[in-house]
């Protein structure tokens, strides 16, 4: 485990609820800048901060609730968060559902490749994807009762399922 593991896994509650604040502050100032409405939830948990940004009927949250976009803006956001707070965020962000959307996508890979190795494959690898995605797969791969690893390094680092034992 590195450091900055090690210190992300030891944020209290109260640091965590912080970087959802300067999070939030951030966000807002966007939608301000963008002209588009939308409510901010923060909650903390699993070692991690989360935003959400949610609009009802009539908003424009899709132009940035894309998967490339969310995933920009996080990286933007996190940044934010640690130019105030001095330490590396793991804050998660949510847009109009996006990350419910994107579970929905992976789960599809993950039943196709199973399907590929319920036909004859040894394994079947997923594409890259970020860590957060990673650990989505790794949760639904084991709920439907097989194994999975991540290999490679970097940009290229992916998910492999396999059968259990």
Known sequence: MTDVQH???DRSIAQLEEEGDIAA?????????????GDIDIDARNGRAYLSVNAGEGANLNLLSKPETVSALQELTRL???TKTGVFSRLIL??????DTRKGELATLVARAVERIDGGAAEASLPPMSSYERKLVHDLVAERGFHSESRGEGAERHTVITRVG
């Open 7 to 9: 210190e992300t896994e």
């Open 80 to 82: 934010a968060v640690q």
């Open 25 to 37: 502050d951030y966000i807002e100032e966007l939608l301000d800048i963008t002209d588009l409405d």
């Open 94 to 99: 949510d847009i109009g559902g996006s990350r």
